[in-house]
């Protein structure tokens, strides 16, 4: 399931396995980095890419006329997510927190703890590095957990929750990857997909459940 990539930067969207594709930093969100996965019966895009013409073409054909859902991890993974609703007109949720900074988006839904999409897959709110911070868990067959800005590559294999001058609230971020560790599956171990990372530290890969390392 973990792919492994060779380091360096890239300016296209890659596929790393079944159903999963990463898209480049997005220098207008802070340089985070979104995901898609090509679930049925409703694809999702977590966080949003650069909403360039290429991208737009890329996430047409990967839909395959199906209507995915838009999910944002946190606030830095906005981006132009307006732009991208308003063309491709794709629903987007967000934790109830974050809501307000998108007045723009049509067919905007929220939640509060937690939810479970139309595919199955799982999200948590996980506060800390942005107020309405969530992870994205799915499960088998891919069995890998987005994790937004929660965990951050620092190096190849090894992740770390950073407090930076933008973390809204590190004690409640340090609560949140405690919740996450007891909600997900038992002995599940996904593989983990940072939203953040340049790509010589190992961001845009999906890392083994080994990686994430404790401060």
Same mark, same amino acid.
């Given at each position: 399931?973990?792919?492994?990539?060779?380091?360096?930067?890239?300016?296209?969207?890659?596929?790393?396995?079944?159903?999963?594709?990463?898209?480049?930093?997005?220098?207008?969100?802070?340089?985070?980095?979104? @995901? @898609?996965?090509?679930?049925?019966?409703?694809?999702?895009?977590?966080? =949003?890419?650069? =909403?360039?013409?290429? #991208?737009?073409?890329?996430?047409?054909?990967?839909?395959?006329?199906?209507?995915?859902?838009?999910?944002?991890?946190?606030?830095?993974?906005?981006?132009?997510?307006?732009?991208?609703?308003?063309?491709?007109? @794709?629903?987007?949720?967000?934790?109830?927190?974050?809501?307000?900074?998108?007045?723009?988006?049509?067919?905007?839904?929220?939640?509060?703890?937690?939810?479970?999409?139309?595919?199955?897959?799982?999200?948590?709110?996980?506060?800390?590095?942005?107020?309405?911070? =969530?992870?994205?868990?799915?499960?088998?067959? @891919?069995?890998?957990?987005?994790?937004?800005?929660?965990?951050?590559?620092?190096?190849? #294999?090894?992740?770390?929750?950073?407090?930076?001058?933008?973390?809204?609230?590190?004690?409640?971020?340090?609560?949140?990857?405690?919740?996450?560790?007891?909600?997900?599956?038992?002995?599940?171990?996904?593989?983990?997909?940072?939203?953040?990372?340049?790509?010589?530290?190992?961001?845009?890969?999906?890392?083994?459940?080994?990686?994430?390392?404790?401060?």
């Amino acid at each position: 399931m973990v792919s492994n990539s060779e380091d360096g930067l890239f300016s296209c969207p890659k596929q790393l396995n079944e159903g999963i594709w990463v898209f480049p930093v997005d220098k207008e969100s802070n340089s985070s980095r979104s @995901w @898609w996965l090509g679930c049925a019966p409703e694809p999702v895009l977590i966080d =949003c890419p650069p =909403c360039n013409q290429s #991208n737009i073409e890329i996430l047409r054909k990967l839909s395959l006329g199906r209507t995915p859902r838009i999910v944002l991890t946190n606030r830095d993974g906005h981006g132009r997510v307006s732009d991208l609703n308003e063309t491709l007109g @794709w629903p987007v949720l967000v934790q109830e927190q974050e809501a307000y900074l998108l007045p723009r988006i049509r067919k905007l839904e929220t939640f509060s703890e937690e939810y479970v999409t139309a595919s199955g897959l799982r999200l948590l709110w996980t506060p800390g590095p942005t107020p309405g911070s =969530c992870v994205v868990y799915a499960p088998d067959p @891919w069995n890998v957990l987005f994790c937004g800005s929660l965990l951050i590559p620092v190096k190849t #294999n090894h992740l770390l929750a950073l407090r930076t001058r933008k973390t809204f609230h590190w004690t409640r971020q340090q609560k949140s990857l405690k919740k996450l560790r007891t909600w997900l599956p038992p002995e599940s171990k996904p593989g983990l997909a940072s939203g953040g990372g340049v790509d010589s530290q190992g961001g845009g890969v999906l890392h083994h459940w080994e990686a994430w390392q404790e401060l």
